[in-house]
T-cell receptor
């Protein structure tokens, strides 16, 4: 039972354009969401997060949007750069949920020149 | 701070053999997590510890898997006997009390032939 879903296994975007990565979740108890970025042969690294009391959080070129009614979040990267090419994982947690993160299957982003 | 250190980086073993994966968390981090990455399921939580005590091992696939944390600076994940379907990348992660974001190690790529 995949509680966090990333339905697009891959995404290709041209340099300078916007990248939009999507994530859906089924557990309405989730109240904190994170995005991790993973390069080959490395562990995932934290990118950006959002609490369920907000609908948007921005950090430089990265913005995460949360739509609680739709149980959907998205990560926007503007402008996309070749160094952004990586696998992006969406993750979720909930208060009282044992402090553990539930991850999605990941989306491979390729930013082309 | 050397980060989360995992060893070995790569392990190739024959079916039926015992495999031991090792992890040294970041000093001062209270939580340690073991995840497995596969294409089909993304990052799956296997087990996590709080202050060296196993809290949730519901993600451990079967009795062939076991994990220990004898002290705050060391944990092992053991598979005995190993099977080809155990082939995956295994990540260890740690975090501080009160924070959501994890720091991951670089992973161990396990191949069982």
């Amino acid at each position: 039972d995949q509680q966090v879903k990333q339905n697009s296994p891959s995404l290709s975007v041209q340099e300078g354009r916007i990248s939009i990565l999507n994530c859906d979740y089924t557990n309405s108890m989730f109240d904190y969401f994170l995005w991790y970025k993973k390069y080959p042969a490395e562990g995932p690294t934290f990118l950006i997060s959002i609490s369920s009391i907000k609908d948007k959080n921005e950090d430089g070129r990265f913005t995460v949007f949360l739509n609680k009614s739709a149980k959907h979040l998205s990560l926007h990267i503007v402008p996309s750069q070749p160094g952004d090419s990586a696998v992006y994982f969406c993750a979720a947690s909930f208060t009282g949920g044992g402090n553990k993160l539930t991850f999605g299957t990941g989306t491979q982003l390729k930013v082309e020149l | 701070d050397a980060g989360v250190i995992q060893s070995p980086r790569h392990e190739v073993t024959e079916m039926g053999q015992e495999v031991t994966l090792r992890c040294k968390p970041i000093s001062g981090h209270d939580y340690l997590f073991w995840y497995r990455q596969t294409m089909m399921r993304g990052l799956e939580l296997l087990i996590y510890f709080n202050n060296n005590v196993p809290i949730d091992d519901s993600g451990m696939p079967e009795d062939r898997f076991s994990a220990k944390m004898p002290n705050a600076s060391f944990s092992t994940l053991k598979i005995q006997p190993s099977e080809p379907r155990d082939s995956a990348v295994y990540f260890c992660a740690s975090r501080e009390q009160g924070l959501y974001g994890y720091t991951f190690g670089s992973g161990t790529r396990l191949t069982v032939v």
